[in-house]
């Protein structure tokens, strides 16, 4: 074979060798996927917990206009009534002779959720204090109303049961133990018909 001719195979044999396929990669990726580094998956959430999610159920009340939160506590109630609780006609909780209307849940009370008549949910404050619903809402009249508190009060619904001040400015009404004291007080302080509307509260005595 010419010298010319051989250089002239030689040249194309090269040539051929530098079109030769590139190595196989994953049908429809492009050139830049096959340098891709792989991503590990996300592991899935876990499963959310119902009695996590009761734990931190919520509540509120206005403490003289400040919306303050609440925990519900899903291990206790007050049982105003199956302690001889209840309240008589000052709105004083009545708690028997224990001392207190608290004691754990039952079974059945845990998983319906439901009350005893006369029980309220304990509730929490930011400090984890406990606290109740024995029945009654504390309302505050404006000023404008102390002449006839009685008449506002009954043209609002509400059934007055004693004056907590000398001036008749603060008055304790009546309400149902429980969820509807507190239903009832948030409801009137945010109609804005009165100065402030707050539960009758129950809370342990602090001993001195």
Same mark, same amino acid.
């Given at each position: ?107 059945? $009370? ?56 000398? $001036? ?26 009165? $100065?402030?509307? $707050? ?10």
């Amino acid at each position: 074979m010419k010298p010319g001719l051989s250089i002239l195979v030689a040249a194309l044999t090269c040539a051929a060798h530098a079109g030769a396929a590139p190595a196989q990669t994953s049908p429809g990726a492009d050139a830049h996927d096959t340098q891709r580094p792989s991503v590990a998956r996300k592991p899935a959430a876990p499963a959310r917990d119902a009695s996590a999610s009761r734990e931190t159920a919520t509540a509120w009340w206005y403490d003289r206009g400040v919306r303050r939160a609440l925990h519900v506590d899903r291990d206790w109630i007050a049982d105003f009534a199956g302690n001889a609780g209840g309240t008589d006609r000052t709105g004083a909780a009545r708690t028997g002779k224990s001392g207190s209307p608290l004691r754990p849940r039952d079974g059945v $009370e845990k998983d319906s959720g439901a009350l005893p008549p006369g029980a309220s949910p304990v509730y929490r404050d930011a400090g984890g204090a406990p606290r109740a619903l024995p029945g009654g809402v504390i309302v505050r009249l404006r000023d404008t109303d102390l002449r006839r508190a009685r008449e506002r009060l009954a043209a609002a619904g509400l059934k007055p049961i004693r004056a907590n001040d000398p $001036e008749g400015q603060t008055w304790l009404v009546e309400s149902a133990p429980g969820l509807p004291a507190l239903e009832l007080a948030n409801r009137l302080h945010e109609s804005g018909e009165f $100065e402030s509307a $707050e539960p009758n509260w129950w809370r342990p005595r602090v001993l001195k």
